[in-house]
């Protein structure tokens, strides 16, 4: 016994060239990680880690390509293909009508009331709203198994509550980390895993016959996030055939929705429907990465900076096309438009702040409604009755996917206009208060928190992140100061110190002196600060997460 750590803590037989450097205190989680299930996911890494780095790299010269003036586009050479009349497999049965999806990270409480919520659809998530410690990966797999068969409990002593899950409940897609993210907790021949074959592999292994049984000879679901280019997805889609080949599942019984959510990837939603057809559910708006993803690429452009974050809402122009675009597509070729998420949450100790919330989610989901999308993403079971209420009075059939949006002609200069608005110095005090409180709840192991009583996850701190280190690398020119005022590393600098004070008072001594506020609030100021944009701010971040058994760390 070292440090609380039993050997035995770790599962001794995993097959050859596999090590597990995580430390599972909880022998239930032992199950999770049996030998059959980790030969099945180190098949999987073997086989697809070459072409996972081959796209990586092709991700970094295609970055190249934009930060040396170019801006990305629609694809010459696969024209034929945007233009050619194919169509998705059919959508099964049991995923027809999906008005409304609740998101939400795998922790245990969190999964029972997402599947009771009353939504369609839960889409229990590994990225966005997860951090990614090795506790909440084992455990989240742990969880989603007992969803599945339906095992699962959960008490609050401190309440007096239990939780179970209801007759009726909701149908569980599951959202995989994205192709960039290593899971250093297992090392296969060497080298850490990829996070999404992780992810999926246990969950396929240990889940797949319960859902062929339920549905119809249909699931698992996925959703399957950043994107950039069809190629990644033509990866998932061979990594789907060889999961259903390998379990002797039929072809095309998995299926998965695609977030599109990179600025390269609006260009090749046709493609990337095309590479995984007989696996698609559809596309999915995911407004917030999509963003952040603007800013990246057009990182080296300096006359593309963005207005304050709260500006750059979905009526912009380069949101509405991208949106009306996506539905066009995916009802070309018969598969679900799925909307966004709005950042707002019910407020419980304020009724007219509470109203007001409840009416931009309402204002946001008759927009997506009305412009064709066929459901939409809510945050909060507190959210659910008014979002189904906005799809049920617009949608009278289970899905929208008879409205073509032949009106819709959107080209590359719409995707690519900036949105309008200013830049204040309240904007960039309030990305780098949001992004450090963020920070600290990541590397204390919680991925989504409620701050100024909006949602924040991975995808919403990336546009803190992003749009401060662009203002700071072309010195913005704030808009509404009495001088003229462009940010800089020192003006930044001052911004970081008084919002630290800030946090400390708004969270209180004791929450700051044990949270790790003073390094996230570091790690954000130099992720802003760099020469050359960090790709994703999670790849630092994970470094400080990793916990290996300490006498493996003690042999590296
Ligand atoms: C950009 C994107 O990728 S969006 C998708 C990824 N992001 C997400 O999924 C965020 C999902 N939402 C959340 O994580 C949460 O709603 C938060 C963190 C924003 C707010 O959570 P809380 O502060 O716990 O909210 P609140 O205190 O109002 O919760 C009330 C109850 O609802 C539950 N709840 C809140 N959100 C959810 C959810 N999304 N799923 C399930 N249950 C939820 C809470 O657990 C709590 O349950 P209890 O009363 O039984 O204890
Ligand atoms: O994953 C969703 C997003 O908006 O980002
Ligand atoms: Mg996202």
Redesign the pocket.
Known sequence: MENGYSSKSLPLDAPAGIRIRGPLSDPSLNRILSREALQFVADLEREFRPRVKFNLGCRREEQARYDSGELPGFDPATRELREGDWSCSKTPAVIADRRVE????VER??II??LN?GAKVFMA?F???LSPTWDNIVRGQKNLCDAVNRSISFE?KARN?H?KLNDKTAVLFVRPRGWHLQEAHIEIDGEPATGALIDFGLYYFHNHSSFRSKHDGYGPFFYLPKMQHSREAAVWNAVFDRAEERMAAPRGSIRATVLIETLPAVFQMHEILYELREHSAGLNC?R??YIFSFVKTVRAHPDRLLPDRFQVGMTQHFLKSYTELLIKTCHRRGVHAMGG?AAQ??I?DDPAANDTAFELVRADKLREVKAGHDGT?A????LIELVTKVFDDNMPRANQLHIKRDDVHVTEADLLQMPRGVRTLEGLRHNTRVGIQYLAAWLTGTG???LYNL?E?A??AEISRVQNWQWIKYGAVLDGEIVAVSVSKELFGRVVEEEIGRIEREVGKKRFESGRYREAAALFARQCTKEDLDDFLTLDAYRRIVKFVPALQARL
């Open positions: 609740i998101t939400g990270p409480k969190m009331n997402a919520s998530d990225e966005d709203s609050d509550k939780y995911g917030w990465d998420m949450i019910p419980r993403w945050a909060h079971p507190g989504s928190v409620p949602m996850d995808a919403t």
